[in-house]
């Protein structure tokens, strides 16, 4: 089995179900959440696309460290603009691993906030935690959609709404 073939097949599979997806994005209901606890639709939205340059990130650091880089998350304001993120961070993430080797995915990579480790991964263990984190949020922006009587995609098979 090729790994690095693997990666590419299911961060191309997933950036194809992510663009169904965003195609049904509601421009009108970027502040909606579920419960005060929740995300926004548009902080989520984005958190998915984000993820898909996620490989760049990985590959090009040996960790990423809260104290010393605070989160903030870009400026999306329309569909248009977060299916163009989708866009160029699919390309990084694709370009990414067009280029990697084995043996670079041998290397360690981390979460942290200063001292405190969240979690460590192999290389490879993180992009495939962040493929699995794509699935993940994206299954969530589909619960957003149903609420709201938004079109949902199948991701796997076809969804209620495409039968």
């Keep these: 089995m090729d790994i690095i073939d693997t990666l590419q097949k299911e961060l191309r599979s997933e950036y194809e179900t992510t663009k169904k997806f965003l195609e049904h994005y509601p421009d009108t209901k970027n502040d909606w959440k579920p419960h005060k606890k929740s995300m926004d639709m548009k902080t989520l939205a984005v958190h998915v696309v984000e993820i898909f340059a996620w490989p760049q990130t990985i590959m090009d650091t040996e960790f990423l460290d809260f104290a010393v880089t605070p989160y903030s998350q870009p400026e999306i304001k329309t ?15 694709a370009e990414t691993l067009k280029n990697v080797t084995l043996a670079q995915l041998d290397g360690t ?4 906030q200063g001292a ?3 979690q460590k991964w192999s290389k490879y263990g993180a992009i495939r935690h962040s493929l699995n984190q794509i699935t993940h949020h994206r ?9 709201n ?3 949902v995609p199948g991701s796997y098979g076809p969804s209620a709404d495409e039968r």
Excluded at 79 to 93: F, S, T
Excluded at 139 to 147: E, F, I, K, P
Aim: charged share 30%; aromatic share 18%; proline share 0%.
């Design 116 to 118: 405190m480790v969240f």
């Design 109 to 112: 990579w981390d979460i942290r």
């Design 139 to 147: 299954a969530q922006l589909g619960v957003y959609y149903r609420l």
């Design 79 to 93: 569909k248009a603009e977060l299916q163009q993120k989708l866009e160029n961070d699919y390309k990084k993430g």
């Design 149 to 151: 009587d938004i079109f």
